[in-house]
């Protein structure tokens, strides 16, 4: 990969953690904080950006495949996602208004958000190959990380009100540094960013009728390996959210104390960075399956461990460091497997289906996660994750790897 290649997707990196962070937490707080708007309708807010997201998402990404100009096919919806984005968080931190912050951030901006994420994970995909998709990923983490270390020290620093929430300031400052940054990146990657020629794409197709194409027969045998994927990661991502949204409540039932919440935090974050970073560049030498086939076993003991903790907090914290090596660090490896096996010429499509599969696997894991918790205890949840998991693992073995030891090793020299 060349060099201004790399560093256009760093920088994305560090704009979709900035990103990501501001609209899952930093939106909330001012509603609650600044707007004053009740849980319930933060909750709608939220909801309807997502509802709003995985439509879109799939949209934009069939446009994305299907677009053929002299600037590229994911550059010129990534730009204009980039710099309409940074003017509706603008327009986002101006208004005190529910209704206003409702309509800019549940619709515009879950459209536009989606012009983003729905070309540069197809993009990251385009300019790499098999065997160094991996090592690319984990670098690009890197940069991601980065990204949510500088908007966390905010959080830290930021000023807070007598009620607790951040000050209208601290939230501005996230909001203008988000959106200014965004704009600085769209103005650079428009120069820097080179992708693939346009005479190597097959025909430009109208993009609808690409989607229409998702629920043919043909399609689906052609990319049954795709969508055997789709059914064992669904099941892992039920098994992940079955207790996954419930630790903070899982630490607060038990008592955690603030150095117990702070070792939490601090093993969470260093078993998420560097198990990224490894099982990444395991992957690309050994294979996608062998590390996803390992990884979760391994998760699965953690959480095992994690149910002792009324005997022992240091058991507990190497169950927790487990769980998010293995689980939270094989989630690069997964969305590196979701790219290999996306059709090369329609990724924006499919990586968007994948998008909608993931989606709609958290819904039962929470609830039945929830469900559990209430009927027994806290600590089960660990318990019910575990024993969904256990599926995925037979469903990953059935699934096609391009990329395994055997697969030769000589250099692909790349156009790009």
């Excluded at 609650?32 to 319930?40: A, E, I, R, Y």
């Excluded at 540069?120 to 991601?144: E, H, M, Y």
């Excluded at 702070?262 to 062998?290: C, E, H, N, P, Q």
Aim: with cysteine.
């Amino acid at each position: 990969m060349k060099k201004r290649n790399f560093i256009s997707l760093a920088l994305l990196g560090i704009i979709t953690s900035f990103y990501t962070l501001m609209e899952n937490s930093w939106f909330n707080s001012w509603l609650g904080g600044v707007v004053k708007s009740s849980n319930f309708e933060i909750s709608i807010m939220v909801s309807l950006n997502a509802a709003i997201g995985i439509v879109s998402y799939l949209v934009l990404g069939a446009i994305s495949d299907n677009i053929r100009t002299k600037f590229g096919r994911r550059k010129p919806v990534l730009v204009m996602g980039l710099l309409l984005s940074s003017f509706f968080i603008i327009m986002f931190s101006l208004s005190k208004n529910y209704l206003i912050c409702l309509l800019l951030d549940g619709i515009i901006l879950g459209i536009t958000g989606n012009m983003m994420w729905s070309s540069w994970q197809p993009l990251i995909a385009d300019l790499t190959t098999p065997r160094s998709r991996g090592k690319v990923n984990s670098n690009i983490f890197i940069f991601i990380s980065l990204g949510g270390f500088f908007i966390t020290i905010i959080e830290i620093l930021g000023d807070t009100d007598s009620r607790g929430f951040f000050t209208e300031g601290t939230h501005l400052l996230v909001f203008y540094i988000t959106a200014i940054s965004m704009l600085v990146v769209a103005i650079i990657i428009s120069f820097s960013l080179k992708e693939p020629p346009m005479e190597e794409l097959p025909p430009q197709r109208k993009w609808y009728n690409d989607l229409k194409s998702i629920l043919d027969t043909q399609e689906l045998k052609e990319h049954k390996e795709f969508y055997k994927f789709l059914i064992a990661t669904t099941i892992l991502i039920c098994g992940k959210f079955a207790f996954y949204p419930l630790l903070i409540v899982f630490r607060q039932i038990k008592g955690f104390d603030s150095f117990q919440r702070l070792i939490s935090y601090v093993i969470l974050g260093i078993a998420t960075f560097i198990g990224t970073f490894i099982l990444l560049r395991l992957s690309d030498k050994f294979g996608r399956k062998k590390v996803m086939i390992f990884s979760i076993p391994m998760a699965i003991g953690g959480l095992l461990l994690s149910i002792a903790i009324d005997l022992s907090f240091i058991v507990f914290l190497i169950g927790y460091f487990l769980i998010f090596f293995f689980i939270e660090g094989s989630q690069k490896t997964q969305e590196t497997w979701a790219q290999d096996l996306a059709d090369e010429h329609a990724r924006g499509k499919f990586l968007g289906i994948a998008n909608i599969a993931q989606t709609i696997g958290r819904i039962p894991g929470l609830m039945l996660g929830g469900y559990i918790a209430d009927l027994i205890d806290i600590s089960a949840i660990f318990f019910v994750g575990a024993i969904i998991m256990v599926f995925s693992i037979p469903l990953y073995g059935r699934v096609r790897d391009i990329v395994t030891p055997s697969t030769t090793l000589e250099k692909e020299k790349s156009s790009i």
